[in-house]
């Protein structure tokens, strides 16, 4: 070939490559900021993810429209979002205090002095306190041992120090325990005036534990209800706001269903065999709440909850002990409830307190006089493997698998 011709090809080449890149590039960009109609994860801000990582919540939002449209309301629900999420996950965090939000970790820092923190952490402190004076197996006053727990469960190995085979753990969550029951430790007092305020402080008997047992942790922390707060209160705000066409849900098992008009169908897990499985699937459209508890980790997760081997047999651990004891019942295998009436906080509760059970009888007595509204579903740790037991209002909306045996209350 002629040394012209052989220039001629090799341009060619090169432009056949440079419009293949230009086209490739071009169909990359153009996926990439191209939207279609349909569910869409939004996360919050980088600024706000900074701080709120550890929250626990995520969203999921529905767009319709022209790709253009999509894109600048996807933008304004993830800046709303993001703004919503950082101011009430500062208000709750019990360990860190901030500039422009009063937290909770504030309040403990005054050490008995009024702060003034605005009606919407009154508002929680007050439900809070209630549940915690109810004495039903929450305390918002269980910091220190609910830290100890959230330890454990985030340990690589957590069965040596279980306090089931280790006598030191299980000497001091005994005496953490028995800390957080004594009422008269902790001094919480919540007014309407003057902008709304609160003042907590702890007695000296309290702190000579806290200095005999090296507790670093704060006694006032909402703990397991934290992401319930913080969900309801996130989503009241979205609603506020018109920001409805969407879901909350967090790492806890709750989900938020805003005003949606979509049917959704939540899994429902039980244990069989030694391995999650599912027992079916519940229907629910917005705006609902639903709660999901488990006593083993769903998706076989390494962390959050374990099972541990002792002379008693196995053990399951997860969030939800008994903050009377430190200990749990071990009655429930799973347990989900259900509602459009009722809140993410009171579901979240009402499933602590079953937890805090210690028979079939007890837990089938609160189930039953229950709002009649209210789906539940549960499975016990010592039935037989696919044996799932629901409500009336449950059975009008769940649809169980193949082969599970359902027994309706």
Known sequence: MAPGKKHIVRLVLFLLAL?????????????????????????????????????????????EGGSSAIRQELNAVQKAYSEILLRCHKMLDAKNEYDDVVSIAAIAAAEGEPVVIGEALYGVLCDALAKTDEN?????????????????????????????????????????????????????????????????????????????????????????????????????????????????????????????????????????????TGIGSLAANGPTVFCQFTAFSPAEEKYGRYAVETAKGTLLRHP??????????????????????????DLAYE?????????????EARLAAADADTAAVWTWQDDTPKAVH?????????????????VIH
Do not use: K
């Open 19 to 63: 419009a293949f890149a230009v086209g490739s590039f071009t169909f990359g960009v153009m996926s990439f900021v191209h939207r279609e109609s349909g569910w869409y994860e939004v996360n919050p801000t980088v600024e706000a993810a900074a701080v709120t990582y550890s929250s626990g919540i995520h969203l999921l939002y529905h767009a």
């Open 136 to 276: 039903l197996g929450y305390s918002m006053f269980d910091g220190a041992l609910w830290r100890e727990w959230e330890t454990l469960l985030y340990l690589d190995e957590p069965a040596g120090f279980d306090p089931a085979n280790n006598a030191d753990e299980a000497e001091r969550m005994a005496a953490l325990a028995g800390a957080a029951g004594r009422r008269a430790l902790f001094e919480l007092t919540l007014s309407p005036e003057d902008g709304y305020t609160a003042a907590f402080s702890t007695a000296q008997a309290y702190r000579e534990i806290e200095a005999e047992w090296e507790i670093d942790a704060p006694a006032l922390d909402l703990n397991v209800l934290r992401e319930a707060y913080l969900l309801q209160l996130t989503a009241r705000e979205m609603t506020r706001q018109g920001l409805t066409n969407g879901y909350l849900y967090a790492d806890s098992g709750l989900t938020a269903l805003m005003d949606c008009e979509n049917v959704f169908h939540f899994d429902l897990f039980g244990w069989a065999d030694g391995t999650p």
């Open 320 to 345: 939800l002990f008994d903050a009377r004891t430190g200990g749990f019942h071990d009655v429930l295998m799973s347990a989900v409830l259900a509602s459009d009436t009722r809140d993410a906080v």
């Open 390 to 406: 629901m409500n009336a209002a449950a059975a009008a909306c769940v649809t169980a698998q193949e082969g599970t045996a359902v």
């Open 351 to 363: 499933v602590i307190v079953l937890n805090a059970l210690d028979s079939r009888g007890a837990v």
